[in-house]
């Protein structure tokens, strides 16, 4: 097996129209997504293991009825699996060899002569493909081919990819012309099986996935119209994302593997277009996707509510996959950077700090007296599971396979889009790259090993970064800096990306967020958390100034975390009227203030790992 079969986690067909390919080789050596990977490889994939267990998923695959859990639990069991399967790759081990061929066994014996395989039909008799509205079975597939296509590649282990072929031909054959399931998915799986079997069929039946959508064929259920499930509008015809966020993501990334596979750049084109309009219109500065609570879904233009947001984490996810697959196709720099911001800050606040509670909804604001009935609530602090428990197994396969994002090649050279310690391994060249992000801002980028030839180094500067250089000159933002010449073993380049505290506002329309400031420091979002705020009730502080300094460690928080501190106030309120809180606008009644205080800002992703509480993004800039 190629090392670059082993390393990718998209690695696109040799005729497809994509500017950049994951390189052989690039691993994350410690720093900040160091430690997360530790975490997720000692105590997240082990703790998932269990859970899933305990779902009765496993039992499931016995086909010792009756069915338990969702109809989609068999995908909570494959993203586990590609979990392991993407560790295993970075470092193999017992601990993680024998429970994947336990799963994987498991899954091949569960498997119908013909290549059939949905436990919850199979276990409840029902009618198979009569309800892919909610069935999701074609669902269940697509995380499959993924666990299998990552079995192939990390290990050369190919259990689960014969179970994947033959349940693809299987579909191949007996999927009518017009069957869609109702969660897409299907469509991402099927692309990389074709990559990795090169089978046509794969890749023919995913663009007819792609292409068929948008004609409300699916079956309406419920109160959901056809956008929820993405049936109402053609993928190329459409101009934003709707309806379920995390289905809108999958479907969106599928459309991308079709679209760059087939050189397809009219459908490139609408992606393009689609993936502008929700940045610039339904995306929170978290990177977060889905401000509705009811169906998990879009709201309108710039309805980002920050305390009713539901960015669920999966479609943090989605939204990583889909960016990753579009700077494949183009080398634009906002991918990266979406990307980035998506998984500091929608992505990783889904799992704890201790890598054993989960946040299924990422909302930006938690107020006082926040009602936490709802489980999926963050007012009720992270869980450590749920009945729906998609989120879980998707944080561990994303940071298992987070290696894999940090470079790409081309013909002309490497190209870096996320910073970490660790080494980059591009054909012939072989980089190391050290640093404290995110931290710090300083990137020293080494030569170890290049062929005696040009070629082109590109590093991503990031477009919150004003302040970056490059070897002490001035570097734009929102740009690759490329540096062509013929390298010499223990040349280096180093950037400084001049990661400092700023203030943060929203366009006009953004209503919910009119004369509020958000803080961030270099590609982290901070917030305001009631446990730095004893006294007081983060609902009633706001920003006083525009002074911001970073802070010392903060208690509770592991000490390589930089807060930031700023100027504030504290509001207090009159109980008069009833404490009714309204007022004639006639006369105006501004709150009373505290004396001056200082706020302290914690990085977005570590909130609630010291107690669920008050908390918000969001703030009052106060004269």
């Not at 569960?110 to 276990?123: K, M, N, P, S, V």
């Not at 990334?253 to 309009?277: F, I, N, Y």
Request: charged letters at 25%.
């Amino acid at each position: 097996m190629s090392d670059d079969r082993m390393s990718s986690v998209v690695r696109p067909g040799p005729d497809a129209a994509v500017t950049l390919r994951p390189p052989a080789g690039a691993r994350v050596e410690g720093g900040f997504w160091g430690a997360r990977q530790r975490v997720n490889r000692e105590v997240t994939i082990p703790l998932g293991g269990e859970r899933v267990r305990e779902s009765g998923a496993f039992d499931n695959l016995r086909l010792a009825g009756p069915h338990r859990g969702k109809v989609f639990a068999d995908s909570d069991v494959y993203k586990w699996l590609e979990a392991l399967a993407w560790e295993r790759g970075r470092a193999d081990d017992d601990d993680l060899a024998r429970p994947y061929k336990e799963a994987s066994e498991l899954v091949a014996a569960a498997q119908c002569d013909d290549g059939y395989l949905h436990t919850h039909t199979q276990l409840t008799g029902t009618q198979r493909y009569s309800d892919l509205a909610s069935s999701h079975e074609l669902y269940c597939a697509g995380h499959l081919m993924q666990a299998a296509v990552a079995g192939s590649r990390a290990v050369g282990d190919r259990t689960l990819l014969g179970v994947a072929t033959r349940l693809a031909d299987h579909l191949a054959a007996a999927l009518a012309p017009d069957a869609l399931d109702g969660h897409p998915e299907v469509e991402m799986g099927l692309a990389e099986l074709h990559r990795e079997t090169g089978t046509r069929a794969y890749l023919d039946l995913a663009a007819r996935q792609v292409g068929t959508r948008g004609h409300a064929l699916i079956p309406l259920k419920g109160h959901h119209g056809p956008g929820y499930r993405q049936d109402r509008v053609p993928v190329r015809a459409a101009g934003t994302v709707e309806g379920h966020a995390v289905r809108a993501m999958y479907l969106a990334a599928g459309a991308a593997d079709v679209a760059v596979e087939t050189s397809d750049l009219e459908l490139l084109a609408a992606l393009e277009r689609q993936w502008h309009d929700m940045v610039a219109t339904k995306t929170y500065l978290t990177g977060g996707l889905g401000s509705n609570w009811y169906g998990e879904a879009f709201g309108g233009h710039h309805e980002l509510a920050p305390d009713t947001a539901y960015c669920e984490t999966c479609a943090a996810i989605g939204s990583v996959q889909w960016s990753w697959r579009m700077l494949l196709a183009t080398g634009a720099p906002g991918f990266a950077d979406l990307i980035e911001r998506t998984l500091y800050n929608a992505v990783l606040p889904g799992v704890s700090l201790g890598g054993d509670r989960f946040f299924y909804v990422n909302a930006l604001r938690v107020r006082a007296g926040a009602d936490p009935d709802d489980l999926r609530s963050p007012a009720r602090g992270r869980q450590d599971w749920y009945g729906t428990a998609c989120c879980p197994p998707n944080v561990m396969r994303l940071l298992s396979s987070l290696d894999h994002y940090l470079a790409t090649r081309d013909g002309d050279g490497v190209q870096l889009h996320l910073y970490a310690p660790g080494t980059v391994r591009a054909g012939s060249v072989v980089l190391e790259v050290t640093t404290g992000y995110p931290w710090s801002g300083r990137i020293e980028i080494t030569v170890r090993e290049t062929p005696d030839r040009p070629w082109t180094l590109s590093a991503r500067i990031p477009a919150w970064a004003d302040a970056a250089g490059v070897d002490d000159r001035p570097a734009e933002p929102g740009t690759y800096h490329r540096v062509r010449r013929t390298w010499r073993p223990g040349d280096r380049i180093v950037l400084d990306l001049g990661i400092r505290p700023r203030l943060t506002v929203a366009v006009p329309r953004l209503d919910v967020a009119r004369g509020q400031v958000a803080v961030e420091r270099g590609p982290l979002v901070y917030c305001l958390e009631q446990a730095d705020h004893p006294g007081v009730i983060v609902d009633d502080l706001c920003v006083a100034g525009a002074d911001l300094r970073d802070g010392t460690a903060v208690t509770g928080l592991p000490d390589e975390v930089v807060p930031v501190i700023a100027r504030g106030r504290a509001h207090t309120h009159r109980e008069e009227d009833g404490g009714f809180p309204y007022r004639t606008a006639a006369a105006p009644r501004e709150p009373e203030h505290a004396g001056p205080v200082d706020l302290t800002f914690v990085p977005y992703y570590a909130w609630a790992n010291r107690g669920a509480g008050p908390m918000t993004v969001w703030a009052p800039m106060h004269g």
